[in-house]
T-cell receptor
Framework: GQQLNQSPQSMFIQEGEDVSMNCTSS?????WLWYKQDPGEGPVLLIA?????ELTSNGRLTAQFGITRKDSFLNISASIPSDVGIYFC?????????FGKGTRLHILP | DAMVIQNPRYQVTQFGKPVTLSCSQT?????MYWYQQKSSQAPKLLFH???????NEADTPDNFQSRRPNTSFCFLDIRSPGLGDAAMYLC???????????????FGPGTRLTVL
């Protein structure tokens, strides 16, 4: 089946730094999604991308849908403590969402 | 304000003892999903209901069943929990199926299941 490779697996950064994470797939998706999951909670949708090449922002977050439709990246600018959590990329094809394994973001004081 | 509610948040059961997890939604969405998420892993879809139509993922074990008595409620039944079934179980809803902006999946907070 389709698989997503999400990297890095975890990141340790200083507050205020910018963050970049990405996701690649062996096959194409029509939609790329980025979710954040806080400890003990369900994932919350941050950004949805529906067109190849699309670049979308949500506050300090920016995500892009790769031209090949096989990749996407998420950038977080000027990180703050509440950015801590697990970020999942997900590709949607027809009715199914396939999740990446997540990037765990740690922010050092 | 809660839109997708899962009860209980934490459930402890014994090996082999049936357990039911519940999910309710106030969004009046057509689709309800159940995902299993093990520690440090991605959520994995078990099945979904489109209205009353049940759609099982091919690799979902028979041990997992689901019921949707009405639009608002959906239950996950684990008939004989094994140690490997310990996980977070996430319920999600969407207005409809397909890849449109109005079909975003909204997740509940999850139920963490422990099997002793």
């Amino acid at each position: 089946g389709q698989q997503l490779n999400q990297s890095p697996q975890s990141m340790f950064i200083q507050e205020g730094e910018d963050v970049s994470m990405n996701c690649t797939s062996s096959s194409i998706f029509n939609t790329w999604l980025w979710y954040k999951q806080d400890p003990g909670e369900g994932p919350v949708l941050l950004i949805a991308l529906y067109k190849a090449g699309e670049l979308t922002s949500n506050g300090r977050l920016t995500a892009q849908f790769g031209i090949t439709r096989k990749d996407s990246f998420l950038n977080i600018s000027a990180s703050i403590p509440s950015d801590v959590g697990i970020y999942f990329c997900a590709g949607q094809e027809d009715d199914k969402i396939i999740f990446g394994k997540g990037t765990r973001l740690h922010i050092l004081p | 304000d809660a839109m997708v509610i899962q009860n209980p948040r934490y459930q402890v059961t014994q090996f082999g003892k049936p357990v039911t997890l519940s999910c309710s939604q106030t969004l009046n969405h057509n689709v309800m999903y159940w995902y299993q998420q093990k520690s440090s892993q991605a959520p994995k879809l078990l099945f979904h209901y489109y209205d009353k139509d049940f759609n099982n993922e091919a690799d979902t074990p028979d041990n997992f069943q689901s019921r949707r008595p009405n639009t608002s409620f959906c239950f996950l039944d684990i008939r004989s929990p094994g140690l490997g079934d310990a996980a977070m179980y996430l319920c999600a809803t969407s207005r409809d199926l397909g890849t449109r902006s109005y079909n975003e999946q909204f997740f509940g907070p999850g139920t963490r299941l422990t099997v002793l």
